[in-house]
């Protein structure tokens, strides 16, 4: 690749999954299915070349609306990836973090989850955070009842501290796949002045190429931040 600026951190919202197996005339499970294949490659090629946090919406508050047969299928993606996938997630060497309210999960989802956490735990150079029953509006409420409970007024510092992304370096970068033009409840708050990228590829055809096509163009946008630029 060019000489490039990378992003530190990059948040993905893996859309089109079902499209893109209606397309090949298949179920919308194996569209999810092959969603996670794909997030296994390319979240690993942000690693690879040096990106130190990527997170990715891998299922919306508002998805749980979905037909329950279509929830079920996603919740045996979630244990067969924080089950059986576990060991391939030590071998990437990266501290996972979950964000989202967990407590609609089923159990022995939510054990494997809090399992994978603590194990990777130990890791700290890259960060793969993964939003599950996630929704930004959730979130900032969330956060504003717990500062409303402590009793404390905040400020910016504070009150991002309190969110599910306490501490973590807002992304640089938000990709959207599937086409579509908009946030969808993801990262309202972080996402203050960070980089859109929409492609029109649907996410399990989302490839390497296109992924450094996206970071190509970050690179090469002037990010002010308000300011006005320094000659
Ligand atoms: C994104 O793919 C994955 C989830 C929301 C879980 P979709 O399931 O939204 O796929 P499309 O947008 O219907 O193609
Ligand atoms: C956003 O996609 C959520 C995830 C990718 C997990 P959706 O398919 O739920 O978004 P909308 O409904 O098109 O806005
Ligand atoms: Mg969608």
Redesign the pocket.
């Known amino acids: 690749m060019k000489q490039v600026k990378l992003p530190n951190h990059i948040a993905f919202i893996?859309?089109?999954?079902?499209?893109?197996a209606?397309k090949r005339f298949r179920q919308?499970a194996y569209?999810?299915k092959m969603?996670v294949q794909n997030m296994f490659r390319i979240v690993g090629a942000c690693f690879e070349m040096g990106v130190r946090i990527v997170t990715v919406?891998?299922?919306?508050a508002e998805?749980l609306s979905r037909p329950k047969a279509?929830v079920e299928e996603?919740f045996n993606l979630f244990r067969t990836f924080f089950g059986k996938k576990r060991e391939q997630m030590l071998e990437m060497r990266v501290k996972i973090n979950v964000m989202g309210d967990l407590s609609v999960l089923p159990e022995d989802i939510q054990q494997s989850i809090l399992q994978v956490m603590e194990e990777t735990s130990v890791f700290h150079d890259k960060l793969f955070n993964i939003c599950i029953n996630y929704g930004a509006r959730q979130e900032i409420v969330r956060a504003v009842n717990a500062a409303v409970s402590y009793g404390r007024f905040v400020d910016e510092g504070s009150f991002s501290t309190l969110l599910y992304s306490g501490g973590i370096p807002d992304p640089d970068l938000i990709i959207r796949t599937?086409g579509?033009l908009r946030l969808s409840n993801f990262l309202l708050y972080q996402a203050a002045y960070s980089e859109l990228y929409f492609s029109g590829k649907?996410?399990p055809a989302f490839s390497r190429r296109d992924l450094k096509r996206a970071i190509e163009n970050y690179s090469a946008r002037d990010r002010r931040f308000g300011r006005v630029k320094e000659e």
Do not use: I, P, Q, V
């Not at 893996?14 to 893109?20: A, E, F, I, L, S």
């Open positions: 893996m859309d089109g999954n079902g499209r893109w209606k919308r569209g999810h969603g919406y891998a299922l919306s998805n279509e996603l599937g579509e649907m996410w």
